[in-house]
């Protein structure tokens, strides 16, 4: 995609993940901050001129998003959930009055924030669930023993505390819009789950729903990708693709690889957003899709910098920090302890994108190296400098990237990143930039483990990703006439 979206754009939203809000932060961080932004409120947020048709996406592996507290209310009505805090008296006795009865915006403890509250204690949370549309959903409880209930009868309920990382156990059941279904949920102190109540609106029939929802569309956006509960350190699953946290497998799981082509059948452009903590095989929407915009896990505000992106406010300017390729079948095994075949620097095949690989809204330009020795010995170091110029039509970043190829060795190299610079230039802009590498930068590794400053001659390229890739990149030459041993 070489043009960003424009005001009024008619926009189907669909995939696993375009709603979603737990995948934003990944794991190892903190749900105590503001409220997440999924794309499709990112979209809403950034392009509010836009018209954006969630498509609702068939029951997959990525499913389940906290409840959030828009879709909560107090037994007496009011937005929230009603938490009563009571302290342990002895062995499993409580006390029969709470030390605290306060309303909460979701279903968390806060236990340690109140001073009334042992560190001993359990949580009942009372209220209502209220969807804000009809449909198919699915539902799961976490870290609580209890039940949502409709007419007296549980339609999701559990009678043991979950393990802290353990698969949601999810349950389909068909909500109304604006019915209060009954919640009733206990939590104690020192169970490693969290509590929550996790859901995801689905569809029965995608083929009907994708048909109805792109019809008018001028675009579809398709937010695939993983999760931190797949992909996660030591994760307790086991379903196609992948095994206790590992990958068996590149390819997007495969209910997102069959959508993507249906949405390539309706002949509207299409834009793949992935998110995801690894490097995800590519190849199939690099031939296929009109942009594929890589997110990561972009934290709680991620859906609005995907909008932002989408939309043109912001420019792309990140670069992949490694490679994507094919198949696990291009790598070796990992009983294989050998750096052959592995990294950008010594993978020898075609990637699907290399490392260092991003685009911009603009293009730039790098004027011819120049390469000068510090204190006029190659040895001492060298001083690389160039100039770059925004050569497109619009503000836009660009990240300036150093590699050294090395003469042939027992163990050399591709190549090698020595150096990075990040920078944005207006329209005609251009800047100088230097990069100063000192003997160490210069060096590498032998097979014996020894850092030298090699014999021989070397390729030294600056550009917009590796040498020998699409990038525009700008190169000369250097030699070092002895081997020099370094410090390790």
Known sequence: MNQTLKPGVRIALAGPLADATRVLRGNYSSTRSAPPISVADGLRQAMPDATVTLIPFSPSITDGDPVPGTALRTPDGRPGIRAEYYNRVDGDRYADKPALVRTEDSIVSRASQYRQVADDHKVIWTGYLVPPETGLYRLALTGVKGQVSRKGQPIVSATDFSRWAEPLKLVDVRLTKGERYPIRLEGQSGVAAAPAIFWKRVTDDLDRDLASGAQDADVIIAVMGLTSDLEGEEMPVKVDGFEGGDRTTLALPADQRTFLEKAKATGKPLILVTMNGSAIDLGWAKDNAAAILEAWYPGQSGGLAIANILSGKADPGGRLPLTFYHSVDDLPPFNDYSMEGRT???????????FGHGLSYTRFAYAPLVVEPVDGAVEKGLRVTTRITNVGQRPGDEVAQLYITPPAFDGAPRTALRGFQGLTLKPGESRTLSFTLSPRDMSFVTMAGDRMLI???????V????????????????TIGTAMPLPK
């Open 344 to 354: 950008y620097r010594y993978f020898e095949g075609a990637p699907v994108y290399p």
């Open 455 to 461: 014999p021989g001659d070397y390729d030294l390229s």
């Open 463 to 478: 550009g917009g990703g590796q040498p020998g890739t699409q990038a525009p990149v700008e190169h000369a030459r250097y």
